[in-house]
């Protein structure tokens, strides 16, 4: 019987990959999206209405989603309403929330989890004194690298935490999390905090996999390429390159971080940096969901799209797994950036891309800006010094092939910037 499953909070990556491996699952399911979506969600979204209301419907067998925030948690709600396959809303928060996470790893692994402080920005005067620096800032509920950043010393952190930036995600991005947190966990901290952390570094990576009736199952290690003296991220590339025995002791110590997390029935994926002079894996995060940008990575090289695991796993199935046996040795993924604030002065035009798609088999591209935007609000972008502009997945034989095949799609694709003039400096009264 086909197994209706819904996809809560749809991300930009969700219509792409699954139409990528539609026949590998067309068969057993049929997905529907609902709304919103993930970039459309309401600060004021009154989300535990949205998850009675979602519970209520009879139309769906399975619910799911890709979504960091809200949907991962969201998903995992409904599924405990409706008494279906999926991970625990709390084991969900407890992973979304760094403070709670960064606790739950310092008794699993102490020996990969960098020292860290809960910082309260309104009261963080009096605590930044007390930190050892260079620190690592991020909030304990963030997207992506937002707000997550290097400081030198306490005078740079309390002129960052009472920024106009760290003011608007206070009041506005942290409602949901903050009502979520409230319903589903017996939590003292909400999501209305900082973590300073001592600096990891090294080579960073992405670890990902499945729970299935608390069986835990390694996907894959994906590296995480750097843009030279930035944390802005040039390149994910698959399979990674690091040492086979340190990717073994990777994959180890993400099942006890798993585990300890209490996840079942869900995708994870883990970052961890490794530093090898002093043979170290740190661990930077743990999210409880797939992610959407690799998915089709996966497809290119082992032949399965983690949407298919996904989809399994929301049906109370065991996900099947290949390994090796896609079309190409090694895939990547490349978000294109502007590093100083521009303007589009040409986006390609749905022809383009498709032009552009067409270059090499099982190319993926989303474009993220149209012509005659700006490129410019880095503070609230992804990493603070850049903003993304499009992304480019693809498969070849080997890195030298694929670099060339990134350079033709690039240059397909057509775009065009011009830098934005800096505002005039404001006049001096006589």
């Keep these: 019987m086909t197994v209706r499953v819904l996809a809560v909070f749809p991300t930009a990556w969700d219509a792409r990959q699954l139409e990528s491996c539609r026949s590998a699952w067309s068969s057993d399911y049929t997905v529907e999206f609902a ?12 989300v535990m209405d949205f998850i009675a209301t979602t519970a209520t419907r009879s139309d769906f067998d399975a619910v799911f989603s890709s979504s960091d925030y809200p949907g991962a948690a969201v998903a995992a709600a409904i599924a405990a309403r409706r008494g279906l396959p999926g991970a625990a809303p709390a084991a969900v928060l407890r992973c979304a929330h760094k403070y709670y996470a960064r606790v739950t790893q310092r008794i699993a692994v102490p020996e990969s989890v960098p020292g860290f402080a809960l910082i309260d920005p309104a009261k963080s005067a009096a605590t930044a ?32 935490l009472g920024s106009a930036c760290v003011s608007e995600y206070m009041d506005s991005y942290l409602r949901i999390f903050d009502r979520l947190v409230r319903e589903f966990t017996d939590f003292s901290f909400d999501g209305r905090y900082f973590l300073a952390e001592d600096v990891l570094t090294g080579a960073q990576v992405t670890v990902e996999g499945f729970v299935h009736h608390g069986d835990v199952q390694i996907l894959g290690v994906v590296d995480s390429v750097m843009h030279a003296g930035t944390r802005s991220f040039a390149r994910f590339e698959y399979p990674s390159s690091l040492d086979a025995g340190v990717q073994v002791r990777m994959c180890d110590l993400v099942r006890r971080v798993v585990g300890a997390h209490g996840l079942d029935q869900t995708l994870f994926n883990v970052e961890l940096l490794y530093n090898a002079a002093a043979d170290r894996i740190g661990i930077v995060e743990i999210n409880p969901r797939l992610c959407g940008q690799f998915a089709d990575l996966y497809q290119k090289v082992d032949g399965t ?28 993924s490349l978000p294109l950036r502007v590093f100083t604030p521009s303007r589009v002065l040409q986006a390609p035009r749905p022809e383009d891309v498709r032009a552009a798609e067409a270059l090499f088999p099982g190319t993926l591209i989303w474009v993220e800006c149209d012509t005659g935007q700006n490129l410019c609000d880095f503070d609230r972008a992804e990493d603070g010094c850049s903003a993304r502009y499009a992304i480019v997945n693809a498969g070849a034989a080997d890195r030298e092939r694929l670099a060339e095949h990134f350079e033709a799609i690039q240059s397909r694709l057509g775009f065009a910037f011009e830098p934005l003039k800096a505002p005039a400096p404001a006049s001096t009264p006589s």
């Design 35 to 46: 709304a919103p979506t993930d970039a459309d969600c309401d600060a004021d979204l009154d």
């Design 305 to 332: 799209n983690t949407y298919e695991v996904a989809l399994a796993l929301a049906a109370g199935r065991r996900p099947t797994v290949r390994h090796r046996e896609g079309a190409h040795r090694f895939a990547a």
């Design 129 to 160: 004194r007390t930190l050892i620096y260079p620190r690592f800032v991020k909030p304990v509920k963030g997207a992506f690298s937002v707000l997550a950043r290097r400081v030198e010393s306490a005078a740079e952190l309390d002129v960052f």
